[in-house]
């Protein structure tokens, strides 16, 4: 494994042993690893996964290169409601949960609730998930946003490109600054309630992995060259979410991603989102939009304290 080029090691990651997690599309790229490396650390890890064939691959793999592997696939789709609401009915409490999976720059497609799939996936699945287990989640919510937020803008009157001529590359902006939107928001809201969970994100830099591959158009022909000549490996990638899970002094509302800018990799450092992504107006909006869009309302749990390893 390549990890030990970048700087920060999961070798300097606390013990994860007594800790579990739930990791949303692992059964793939960033996912996989951070699933993978969580487990070797002792971690008792959820591969919450819409493939679970390929979870369960990826299970075990893990359980060959580490026979004590606490590691277990369960389905979930976010673009369906329905099998959010299943997977948090039988989901125990965790520590941590990191809503990692996503889709990046698809067709005009809808969930089954009738979102743009980029929103509908990448945000309001994550959002109804995190909403759904807060009671159950005992530290903190990472949430995997993008560089690409920098380009994004929020319409709260056509959240679902139903007014708008829909844009792949904007619709997906919209969902990873969607991503720290929501991340900064609910840590306001654990801080007004008095609560002691964190609400931090990440963002892996470029990385190579199955995200840049959905339609067979020139362009995603083009990034299949540019991964192959500038992207790290899923292993470097998977860095800032590791630490942005596991790191035990990161303060709530921390965004984590590489410490090279340019070239997009290096060891995980706390990084600055831009200014839209910290509009508390445009957060709030968002967060009015997302519960009446999934009909998930959040309770914050006043009492529950990080439990830091
Ligand atoms: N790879 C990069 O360079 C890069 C850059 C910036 C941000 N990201 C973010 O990193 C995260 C992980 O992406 P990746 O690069 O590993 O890509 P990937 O395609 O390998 O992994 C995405 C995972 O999400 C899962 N997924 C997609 N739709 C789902 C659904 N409806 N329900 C449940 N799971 C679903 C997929 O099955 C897959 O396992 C994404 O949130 C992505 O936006 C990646």
Not at 20 to 44: H, K, P
Not at 106 to 132: C, I, S, W, Y
Not at 230 to 251: D, R
Request: one cysteine or more; aromatic letters at 6%; hydrophobic letters at 35%.
């Amino acid at each position: 494994m390549s990890i030990g080029m970048y700087g920060w090691t999961p070798g300097e990651m606390n013990n994860q042993s007594g800790r579990s997690f739930v990791v949303t599309g692992a059964n793939s790229g960033l996912g996989a690893v951070t699933a993978r490396v969580l487990a070797e650390a002792g971690a008792s890890v959820i591969l919450a996964c819409r493939n679970t064939d390929r979870g369960e691959a990826v299970a075990d793999r893990i359980r060959k290169s580490q026979p004590e592997a606490q590691c277990e696939v369960r389905s979930l789709d976010l673009a369906d409601l329905s099998s959010v609401y299943a997977f948090t009915n039988e989901c125990p409490q965790i520590d941590v949960l990191i809503n990692n999976a996503g889709v990046m720059a698809v067709p005009k497609t809808r969930t089954k609730d009738g979102f743009e799939m980029q929103l509908g996936t990448n945000h309001l699945g994550h959002f109804a998930l995190t909403g759904l287990l807060l009671d159950r989640i005992t530290d903190r919510v990472v949430t995997v946003s993008s560089g690409m937020h920098l380009i994004g803008r929020v319409d709260l009157k056509d959240l679902n490109w139903e007014r708008r001529k829909y844009r792949r590359w904007p619709a997906y902006a919209q969902s990873k600054l969607a991503n720290l939107l929501f991340t900064y928001e609910l840590q306001r809201r654990f801080d007004a309630a008095g609560s002691g969970m964190r609400a931090v994100a990440a963002h892996p830099g470029y990385a190579s992995t199955g995200l840049q591959s959905h339609t067979g158009t020139i362009q995603d022909r083009l990034m299949r060259v540019t991964n192959k000549l500038l992207a790290q490996s899923a292993e470097g990638g998977a860095l800032p979410s590791l630490y942005a899970a596991t790191a035990p002094s990161l303060p709530g509302g921390s965004y984590v991603g590489p410490a090279g800018r340019f070239e997009q990799r290096g060891s995980p450092v706390l990084v600055r989102s831009n200014k839209r992504s910290r509009d508390r107006t445009l957060a709030k909006g968002l967060w009015e939009e997302s519960e009446a869009l999934t009909g998930v309302a959040y309770r914050i749990p006043a009492d529950t304290g990080s439990t830091q390893n």
